[in-house]
Nanobody, 122 residues
Framework: VQLQASGGGLVQAGGSLRLSCVAS????????MAWFRQAPGNQRTFVAA????????NYADSVKGRFTISRDNAKNTVYLQMNSLKPEDTAVYYC????????????????WGQGTLVTVSS
């Protein structure tokens, strides 16, 4: 499985962006897709996750109510709709795939895409 993330960019505070992650060569073991982010000097942190099957979701408290993760099984694509963006959302966003269900720990994911930079100006 390979993951290709896109959709990052520069946006003003209060604006919106939608990230996409296309999974090619998807295997049965990739039960969950997730988004993580990493700001300069910080560790990579969990943002949101979704299961391919039932579409169950899990969100970090910091993004609940503002971000929505969704998937299109036919396109092997996972989206992260980000609304009401804040400067503290600025980070490189990574998509990841793994066999565990909705785990928040980066170690639970064994396939990672390249990052896409999101910059939110104040």
């Amino acid at each position: 499985v390979q993951l290709q993330a896109s959709g990052g960019g520069l946006v003003q505070a209060g604006g919106s962006l939608r990230l996409s992650c296309v999974a090619s060569g998807r295997a049965v073991s990739t039960n969950t897709m997730a988004w993580f982010r990493q700001a300069p000097g910080n560790q990579r942190t969990f943002v949101a996750a979704i299961t391919w099957g039932g579409g169950s979701t899990n969100y970090a408290d910091s993004v609940k109510g503002r971000f929505t993760i969704s998937r299109d099984n036919a396109k092997n694509t996972v989206y992260l709709q980000m609304n009401s963006l804040k400067p503290e959302d600025t980070a490189v966003y990574y998509c990841a795939a793994g066999p565990a269900l909705l785990y928040r720990a980066p170690g639970a994911y064994d396939i990672w895409g390249q990052g896409t930079l999101v910059t939110v100006s104040s």
